[in-house]
C-alpha cells in the first residue's frame, strides 16, 4: 500500500517568514495530492491540492510544488501569519484509499 | 456547498454501551464516505470505507463487529461503537466524496466520544 513520509513534524517560525512542509511518498500510482489544515478540536479542511498532471499551484500565499520522478511533493506558505498557526496534513490518492501523512505542527509567532 | 455534517459532535457514555454517530452530506450525495479515528496530536487513522447500498471496507486491526457501519443512502453513514470501553475514547470525523470521483474529500466536524 501507500506510505507517505511528512516533515518536519513541528515548525516554527516568525510572522512573515515564509514556511515549507514536504511529503514524499511510495506507490507511483498515486495522482492526487491534497493539503489539510486543522485547528483543534475542529475538522480537517483542504487548503490546496494537486494532480499528477500538474508540477505546481498556487492560491494567494499557498503553493504545492509536485515532483513525481522524486516522489516528493511540498506546501509552501508565504508571508506567515498567526492565523496559519494550526496542524498541516498532506495526503496521497492512487488506488482507492488515501492515505496521510502524520502531520506538521506549524507555530506562527507574532 | 460540500457540506458534511456530524452528529453528535459530542457524547459521553457508559462501558457497554453503544453509540451511534451520523454523518451527512447536507447538499452533494457521497459515493464514499471514510471514517477516521484521531488521538491527541495524531494524524487521522481510517477506519473503513463505506460505499452506498454496501457492506463497508475495514481497515486491518479495526473490529467489524465493534465499530458497525451503514451507508444506508448517498448522503448518510453511521457508524456505531458497539458496548464501549474506555479505550474506545477518541475523536472519530467522517468524510464523504461526490460523485464526481475528482477524489476530493470533505470532512464532517467530528465527535468526541468519552467512554467512562
Known amino acids: 500500500g501507500e506510505n507517505v513520509e511528512q516533515h518536519p513534524s513541528t515548525l516554527s517560525v516568525q510572522e512573515g517568514d515564509s514556511a515549507v512542509i514536504k511529503c514524499t511518498y511510495s506507490d507511483s500510482a498515486s495522482n492526487y495530492f491534497p493539503w489539510y489544515k486543522q485547528e483543534l478540536g475542529k475538522r480537517p479542511q483542504l487548503i490546496i491540492d494537486i494532480r499528477s498532471n500538474v508540477g505546481e499551484k498556487k492560491d494567494q500565499r499557498i503553493a504545492v510544488t509536485l515532483n513525481k520522478t522524486a516522489k516528493h511533493f511540498s506546501l509552501h506558505i508565504t508571508e506567515t501569519q498567526p492565523e496559519d498557526s494550526a496542524v498541516y496534513f498532506c495526503?496521497?490518492?492512487?488506488?482507492?484509499?488515501?492515505?496521510f501523512g502524520r502531520g506538521t505542527s506549524l507555530i506562527v509567532h507574532p | 456547498g460540500a457540506v458534511v455534517s456530524q452528529h453528535p459532535s459530542w457524547v459521553i457514555c457508559k462501558s457497554g454501551t453503544s453509540v451511534k454517530i451520523e454523518c451527512r452530506s447536507l447538499d452533494f450525495q457521497a459515493t464514499t464516505m471514510f471514517w477516521y479515528r484521531q488521538f491527541p496530536k495524531q494524524s487521522l487513522m481510517l477506519m473503513a470505507t463505506?460505499?452506498?447500498?454496501?457492506?463497508?471496507?475495514?481497515e486491518q486491526g479495526v473490529e467489524k463487529d465493534k465499530f458497525l457501519i451503514n451507508h444506508a443512502s448517498l448522503t448518510l453513514s453511521t457508524l456505531t461503537v458497539t458496548s464501549a470501553h474506555p479505550e474506545d475514547s477518541s475523536f472519530y470525523i467522517c468524510?464523504?466524496?461526490?460523485?464526481?470521483?475528482?477524489?476530493?474529500?470533505?470532512f464532517g466536524p467530528g465527535t468526541r466520544l468519552t467512554v467512562t
Open positions: 495526503a496521497a490518492r492512487g488506488s482507492y484509499i488515501p492515505t
Open positions: 463505506s460505499n452506498e447500498g454496501s457492506k463497508a471496507t475495514y
Open positions: 468524510s464523504a466524496e461526490g460523485t464526481r470521483h475528482t477524489y476530493e474529500q470533505y
